[in-house]
């Protein structure tokens, strides 16, 4: 065989083409199976990252469902307060209304008046009246005479303001004298008051006359009766 430097141009060349296929070769198929990893990588690499995501969706997906969860519960806590609390109120309306009935029946049932007095009388005999009528439970009081609608224990009572001196107002009851405001000449006015507690019956009635006459009367005196028993 010729040495290689008895070898022609041509066969030298040839040879240097073989080496470089070879070597080409080699380097082709390293380079190929190189970016074959890199592309298995990379696809492993992208199917992980949409995993991952999948999964942090899922679970983000859980939390809103537990919050929701917890806030409905928490909603459904708030309205069974109110509707408790609007059926509360509606008992207590209901409880109000009944008191106020009840309330009511009791003024409707209480038997009892006060009234101011007032006016000049001439005679010891004239029965006083009532210039004010300030309340009159039962409607027992005409502003003259008390009539008793029930039996029972009543108390009057009355003062007096006058300019007569001296001067005085008796407690009837029927024709029987019971007690006498008297009052003594104290200038510009008299004053006295006298009580009296007494059973009446159906139609009994009680007022008032003049202990002296002529009498007059300043308006705010008053008489006043009221049922106790």
């Known amino acids: 065989m010729d040495s290689p430097t008895n070898m022609t141009p041509f066969v030298k060349c ?9 070597i080409g070769g080699n380097c082709g198929d ?9 592309a298995k990588r990379s696809d492993k690499n992208t199917y992980y990252n949409i995993y991952s995501k999948i999964n ?17 519960k928490m909603l459904r806590q708030v309205l069974q307060s109110v509707i408790e609390m609007d059926s509360n109120l509606g008992l207590s ?6 008191e106020g009935k009840l309330a009511s029946k009791k003024n409707d049932t209480a038997v009892g008046f006060t009234t101011k007095l007032s006016g000049s009388y001439n005679s ?16 027992a009081y005409n502003g003259t005479l008390f009539t008793c609608p029930s039996p029972g224990l009543y108390l009057f009572h009355v003062s007096v303001l006058t300019y007569t001196h001296p001067g005085g107002i008796w407690i009837y009851k029927n024709s ?8 003594s000449y104290i200038p510009p006015f008299n ?8 059973w009446l019956d159906v139609g009994d009635q009680v007022y008032l006359r003049p202990y002296s006459s002529p009498f007059s009367l300043h308006g705010n005196s008053a008489f006043t ?3 106790v028993h």
């Open 14 to 22: 040839l040879i240097f083409a073989v080496v470089c296929l070879i």
């Open 30 to 38: 390293h380079s190929l199976d190189r970016r074959t990893n890199i």
């Open 56 to 72: 942090a969706m899922e679970k983000d997906l859980k939390n809103l469902e537990t919050k929701l969860l917890k806030r409905t």
């Open 93 to 98: 309306d209901e409880n109000l209304k009944k």
């Open 124 to 139: 010891t005999s004239s029965i006083i009246q009532g210039s004010t009528i300030l309340f009159n439970g039962g409607n």
């Open 176 to 183: 029987q004298q019971l007690t006498l405001a008297y009052a």
């Open 191 to 198: 004053g006295a008051a006298v009580s009296a507690a007494v």
């Open 225 to 227: 009766g009221v049922k």
